[in-house]
C-alpha cells in the first residue's frame, strides 16, 4: 500500500508541473501576439473621413445581415486571459502554489479511502475469533486487513499473554503511530493554503508599485495609467484568494475523514480490549480447573 501511495504521490506531482508547463507555454505565444497587435495598431496611419465612413457602413451592413463576433473560446481562454492580464510572473507562483496544493489533497484523500474498512464488521468477526481460542487466525486476519484499524488490533493481538495494562499502552502507542501517518503532508497543504492569498496580496503590492512608477514616469495622474497597475493588482488577489478557498474545501474533507477513522480506531481499540480481557479470564478460569 506504501508504494502504491508513493507512486500516485509522483504521478499526481508530475501532472501537476507538466500543466503548470503547458498553461506558460501557452501564455508566452498570447502575450507576445498581444504585443505585436497593440504595435501594429499604433503604427497604422490614420484613416480619412471616407474610410471611417465606408467603415461605418460595412458594420452596418454586417449587423444587418446578422453577423456575429466569434466567441471567446469559453472559460479555458478566459482563464488563459485572464492569467496573461494578472503577470505571468505573479500568476505562475499562485498556479504552482494550487497545483502542489491539489497534489498532497489528491495523495491524503487516496491513503485515507484505502485506510477505511468497515470496522463494525470486522470487529465481529476478529472478536468471534478470539471467544474461540483461535489467536493465530484472529491475527492473519489483521495481517490481511489494510487499515489503521486492523494493525493496532494486531498490535494488541500480538501481546496476548501480557497483562492487560501492557496491551492497552501498546494499543495506544500504535493508535498514535497510525494518527500521525493519517496526518502526514497535511502540513504542506495547510502552507500552500497560507501562501496562495500571501502570493496574491504580494501581486497587489507589486502592481501599485508598477502603478505609482508609470504616474511618475508620465508626470500625470491618467485613469489608463492606473488601470493597467490596478488590474495586476485586483487579478492576482482574486486568484490568491479562489486557490486558498479551493484548498481549504479540500483541507476540510480531509480532516473530517481523519476524525472518522481516528474514531473508528478508538471504538475498535476499546471493543479489541474487552475481548482480550474476556479472553484472558476464560483462560485463567480453565487453567484453574486443570
Request: aromatic share 6%; proline share 2%.
Amino acid at each position: 500500500m506504501r508504494n502504491f501511495i508513493n507512486r500516485t504521490r509522483m504521478t499526481v506531482l508530475l501532472t501537476a508541473f507538466l500543466a503548470v508547463s503547458s498553461l506558460f507555454c501557452a501564455a508566452a505565444p498570447a502575450a507576445n501576439d498581444t504585443t505585436a497587435t497593440s504595435a501594429t495598431a499604433a503604427n497604422a496611419t490614420p484613416q480619412t473621413s471616407d474610410s471611417i465612413g465606408d467603415t461605418s457602413d460595412s458594420a452596418n451592413e454586417a449587423t444587418d445581415t446578422g453577423m456575429q463576433p466569434e466567441d471567446d473560446g469559453g472559460l479555458h481562454q478566459v482563464l488563459k486571459t485572464k492569467f496573461i492580464e494578472g503577470n505571468a510572473s505573479f500568476m505562475s507562483l499562485v498556479a504552482i502554489a494550487l497545483v502542489l496544493g491539489l497534489a498532497f489533497c489528491i495523495e491524503r484523500i487516496i491513503y485515507l479511502s484505502l485506510s477505511e474498512i468497515n470496522a463494525k464488521r470486522f470487529m465481529e468477526s476478529l472478536g468471534e475469533k478470539i471467544e474461540k481460542g483461535d489467536i493465530e487466525g484472529a491475527k492473519t486476519m489483521c495481517r490481511d486487513t489494510r487499515g489503521p484499524v486492523a494493525s493496532i488490533c494486531y498490535q494488541g493481538i500480538a501481546r496476548v499473554d501480557t497483562p492487560i495494562e501492557d496491551i492497552e499502552r501498546s494499543v495506544a502507542a500504535y493508535g498514535s503511530v497510525q494518527a500521525a501517518n493519517m496526518e502526514r503532508g497535511c502540513s504542506w497543504i495547510t502552507l500552500f493554503i497560507a501562501m496562495a492569498p500571501s502570493l496574491g496580496f504580494l501581486g497587489t503590492v507589486i502592481g501599485m508599485v508598477m502603478a505609482f512608477e508609470q504616474i511618475q514616469t508620465a508626470g500625470d495622474i491618467n485613469p489608463s495609467i492606473v488601470a493597467a497597475g490596478m488590474k495586476v493588482a485586483l487579478i492576482t488577489t482574486i486568484f490568491g484568494i479562489i486557490v486558498a478557498l479551493i484548498l481549504q474545501l479540500f483541507y476540510n474533507y480531509i480532516l473530517s475523514k481523519i476524525d472518522h477513522i481516528t474514531a473508528q480506531m478508538e471504538e475498535s481499540a476499546i471493543t479489541l480490549l474487552d475481548a482480550l480481557l474476556k479472553y484472558k479470564s476464560n483462560k485463567t478460569a480453565q487453567n484453574e480447573k486443570d
